[in-house]
């Protein structure tokens, strides 16, 4: 059974941190390409960032320079490094799996973050 569990979300300052993690059970770990994705109310799910097997990574314009996705896969773990947070980036946080060459791709239940004052 494939599981990925976010954890790190929560009510955070405009300015703040957070660190999301995203622990994967039930396949390869290595194999798979990582990525967080984002949706608030009323929009559409969208890419925020995204880490390959080969640890190549991706952001999203809105994030460059703020947010740094990493893996570890001895604990067969992503991250996303949260900073100089934004109301804006006010959504549910989804961790995705994906490998296309096999056709697999999964998805957390996700973590709220919310940045207010």
């Known amino acids: 059974q494939v599981q990925l569990v976010e954890s790190g979300g929560g009510l955070v300052q405009p300015g703040g941190s957070l660190r999301l993690s995203c622990a994967a059970s039930?396949?390869?770990?290595?194999?798979?390409?990582m990525g967080w994705y984002r949706q608030a109310p009323g929009k559409q799910r969208e890419l925020v960032a995204t880490i390959t097997s080969f640890l190549s990574t991706n952001y999203a314009d809105s994030v460059k320079g703020r947010f740094s996705i990493s893996r570890d896969n001895t604990k067969n773990t992503v991250y996303l490094q949260m900073n100089s947070l934004k109301p804006e980036d006010t959504a549910v946080y989804y961790c995705n799996a994906a490998q296309l060459r096999l056709g697999r791709e999964y998805w957390g239940q996700g973590t709220q973050v919310t940045v207010s004052s």
């Open positions: 039930g396949i390869p770990f290595n194999i798979y390409a």
